[in-house]
């Protein structure tokens, strides 16, 4: 399959070698739209899932920004799809074939840690699988990596601190965190969020650490953002909403792309 995903991308590219990935999470699809040079579907890849979550586009974005040449996930698949593990990692398989050598991730979370605030950002660094399964189970393919992956450092701390220093810049208050990944759809019990902060979380999703695996495993440097788009269950009283999500994600759009911009600049 993965010969066919390259030939069929190939036949788009002419080319095009990116050496930098991002998958862009809930409401943060601006920046493809703004930089596109040409996109495929994920529905016309061969061996991609569709996406069905509203505020995910759903293409493959192809660009060159501030001198880089960049790859987009312009929206991601879920497990909660109801897609393997292996279905929704195997972009990163792609983007690892393709010649991408660091992976920006993003996504949009619920607060654990109480100092946080709807509209801050995140660099993750580290995180706790509670998914339930792992997106390497199965036979392994030695040519992206090793049957037992070390994940002692999936974030790498260079990068992290090279955030900072971004972040610093255009004075960012930027938070640091372990981001906590459980399967969804439905949104973590007051229970299990309070679980979650004694186990050393700062912020819920639904997504990233599959990603992240996978990334790691292929030997890829990988960056992981949060936009904490709300509180997670039990934080405050509020009901929670995925309406919520996107309204946060765009209040804070212009600040996440001018973070993820300016660290292109510094990779």
Do not use: W
């Not at 074939?97 to 946080?116: D, E, H, M, P, Q």
Request: charged share 25%.
């Amino acid at each position: 399959m993965i010969k066919d995903t390259l030939d069929y991308i190939e036949t788009f590219t002419d080319g095009f070698k990116p050496e930098i990935g991002i998958i862009l999470g809930s409401g943060l699809g601006e920046l493809a739209d703004r930089y596109r040079e040409f996109a495929i579907p994920y529905s016309k890849i061969p061996g991609f899932a569709r996406s069905t979550i509203s505020g995910h586009r759903g293409q493959l974005v192809f660009a060159e920004i501030n001198g880089k040449k960049v790859v987009m996930m312009q929206g991601r698949n879920h497990y909660y799809e109801g897609h393997s593990m292996q279905d929704i990692t195997y972009p990163v398989k792609v983007m690892k074939k393709l010649g991408v050598k660091t992976l920006i991730i993003t996504n949009a979370a619920g607060a654990i840690n109480k100092s946080f605030r709807p509209g801050d950002l995140m660099v993750i660094t580290d995180h706790i699988n509670l998914m339930g399964s792992n997106p390497l189970i199965g036979p392994n393919d030695e040519t992206f990596g090793t049957r037992f992956p070390d994940m002692s450092e999936i974030y790498d701390k260079d990068l992290v601190k090279l955030i900072d220093g971004v972040a610093r810049s255009l004075k960012i208050d930027i938070k640091h965190g372990v981001y906590v990944a459980s399967s969804g759809p439905s949104y973590e019990t007051p229970a299990e969020i309070k679980m979650a902060r004694y186990f050393g979380g700062d912020a819920a999703g639904m997504s990233t650490v599959p990603e992240a695996i996978v990334a790691n495993y292929c030997g890829m440097k990988v960056i992981g953002i949060s936009c904490i788009s709300n509180f997670a269950s039990g934080v405050s009283t509020k009901k929670l909403s995925h309406d919520e999500v996107i309204e946060t994600t765009a209040k804070v759009r212009a600040k996440f792309k001018e973070l993820v911009l300016n660290i292109l600049k510094v990779l």
